[in-house]
């Protein structure tokens, strides 16, 4: 199972060099020969302030692989379930996100050959859990899981996960301090990473799963907003699937959604548009 990497561009690849390079050193890539299997890096640019240097997740397209793969069903819960947990009386918050989470779940030995890839010509696989693969999320989040359920907090408080992102709740200042520091303990002593610039530490209002949580309840966090209206114009079937997508997230927000979005969904089958350019009447 060879797929070639495909043509990179040169912001890419310096996006995703420094990031190759410190996984190296770490061990979380080794150098990999005569692997039957290489798909091609996939980079991700990440979301930065105006003005900041470009960096890059480093991804893997990991399609054909996944094709050969019998997933296990999922175990994680969707976000609105989950912040349907958040209790009435809590007060306080704080948001914890996993630096590199994937990669603190190792692989066996015998199935690392699976992610080996080439870059600058040679070939490497991944020793840890990457990103691209479609049991990543479900494998991390049981892991992840199993760990947590090993803290206690104290009464009247909660702990939220889905996945990486992390939210403590607490009905009092205190507690909530008290939480998160034990939270932020105990992952480091179960071998995690929390990010410290993402970190955000007993508030009364708090962003978590694209929402604004408060004691007063959740809204729409203004940045998923912002995403929405500058997403280009839809042209294409694929681009008004990747629209719907984004304001799907807002669904429970916004009244009689399924009915504003049925004409629309109508137009992503062939039944309704045989062809796959959309062409839209003057509004």
């Known amino acids: 199972m060879i797929k070639p990497q495909y043509p990179l561009k040169q912001e890419a690849i310096n996006g995703i060099t420094p990031v190759f390079n410190s996984l ?28 900041q240097p470009t960096e890059c997740r480093f991804v893997q397209d990991l399609q054909a692989v996944n094709a050969a793969v019998q ?16 209790p009435p009386t809590v007060k306080f918050f704080s948001v914890v996100d996993l630096a590199n989470a994937f990669f603190s779940v190792p ?19 991944f020793t840890r859990l990457g990103q691209g693969n479609v049991e990543s999320p479900t494998i991390y989040n049981a892991a992840l899981k199993a760990s947590l359920d090993k803290l206690i907090l ?29 939270l932020l303990k105990h992952l480091q002593a179960e071998g995690h990473r929390a990010s410290r610039s ?20 959740k809204s729409i966090s203004p940045k998923r907003i912002e995403a929405i209206q500058q997403l280009p114009h839809p042209c294409t079937k694929k681009q008004l699937m990747s629209f719907l997508g ?8 916004i009244p009689n959604y399924a009915v504003l979005e049925a ?16 062409q839209w009447n003057p509004p």
């Open 24 to 51: 190296l050193t770490a061990g979380v890539i080794v150098p990999c020969e005569n692997s039957p299997v290489c798909t091609p890096l996939f980079p991700v640019k990440k979301i930065k302030d105006h003005g």
């Open 71 to 86: 997933p296990r069903a999922p175990t994680v819960l969707n976000p609105y379930t989950i912040l349907l947990q958040v």
């Open 107 to 125: 692989v066996n030995p015998d199935s690392q050959y699976w992610f080996a890839f080439q870059f600058n010509r040679k070939s490497y696989t």
């Open 154 to 182: 104290s009464s009247h408080s909660a702990l939220l996960q889905y996945v990486d992102d992390l939210m403590v709740c607490s009905d009092t200042e205190e507690a909530c301090a008290q939480n998160t520091i034990a």
């Open 198 to 217: 993402k970190l955000q530490f007993v508030r009364r209002k708090v962003i978590f799963l694209g929402h604004v949580i408060t004691a007063d309840g």
């Open 246 to 253: 984004m304001c799907s997230y807002c669904r429970n927000f």
């Open 263 to 278: 004409p629309l969904r109508a137009l992503t089958t062939s039944a309704h548009a045989p062809s796959n350019t959309l």
